[in-house]
T-cell receptor
Framework: NAGVTQTPKFQVLKTGQSMTLQCAQD?????MSWYRQDPGMGLRLIHY???????DQGEVPNGYNVSRSTTEDFPLRLLSAAPSQTSVYFC????????????FGEGSRLTVL | SQQGEEDPQALSIQEGENATMNCSYK?????LQWYRQNSGRGLVHLIL?????REKHSGRLRVTLDTSKKSSSLLITASRAADTASYFC??????????FGQGTTLQVKP
């Protein structure tokens, strides 16, 4: 089983560029989410989705967009990258709700110059 | 703001010793979870304890929950070098979403 797959694993952007971090899960999970992890800050929730067609904001949504057109995929878009968005991004899914066991991808390390 | 706060931030022990890390949180919860993160990897779920439970075991892991003190502890017995990782607590805080603490970094020396 692949579980939660994130691509790319590493990315370097220049300020102002846009990009999409991909996340796919093959467990038929309803709930999907994006976190960012920064040193000394733990994980902070960016956006989440409780099912296809439904998304909502987490703690730190500014500068990021998401969509959920299928159960399997939950891409995270950076429209105009800023150095403050340098971080490690994790996608996570859960069978039904956001408070159950989360299954994490391996992370995407993003550097914005 | 973080819902859960782990203590200590870092812990270094010898193989075979027990490791205890603590988590404090601010609001009422439905459940509390512990996760492990190996360096450069994603988080892996270890254990979930519900608000009406006081203690839970899984292999060498023992988790306690004291809702009156809004705190939890994770005990790893007979630590191994492979237990070297960061450990995070996460709470739902009645928000419908998991909020993570900053983590405890555990180093187990062979």
């Amino acid at each position: 089983n692949a579980g939660v797959t994130q691509t790319p694993k590493f990315q370097v952007l220049k300020t102002g560029q846009s990009m999409t971090l991909q996340c796919a899960q093959d467990m038929n999970h309803e709930y999907m989410s994006w976190y960012r992890q920064d040193p000394g800050m733990g994980l902070r929730l960016i956006h989440y989705s409780v099912g296809a067609g439904i998304t909502d904001q987490g703690e730190v949504p500014n500068g990021y967009n998401v969509s959920r057109s299928t159960t399997e995929d939950f891409p995270l878009r950076l429209l105009s990258a800023a150095p403050s968005q340098t971080s490690v991004y994790f996608c996570a899914s859960s069978r039904r709700t956001g408070t159950g066991e989360l299954f994490f991808g391996e992370g995407s390390r993003l550097t914005v110059l | 703001s973080q819902q859960g706060e782990e203590d200590p931030q870092a812990l270094s022990i010898q193989e075979g010793e027990n490791a205890t890390m603590n988590c404090s949180y601010k609001t009422s919860i439905n459940n509390l979870q512990w996760y492990r993160q190996n360096s450069g990897r994603g988080l892996v779920h270890l254990i979930l304890i519900r608000s009406n439970e006081r203690e839970k075991h899984s292999g060498r892991l023992r988790v306690t929950l004291d809702t009156s003190k809004k705190s939890s502890s994770l005990l790893i017995t007979a630590s191994r070098a492979a237990d070297t990782a960061s450990y995070f607590c996460a709470t739902d805080g009645n928000t419908g979403k998991l909020i993570f603490g900053q983590g405890t970094t555990l180093q187990v020396k062979p």
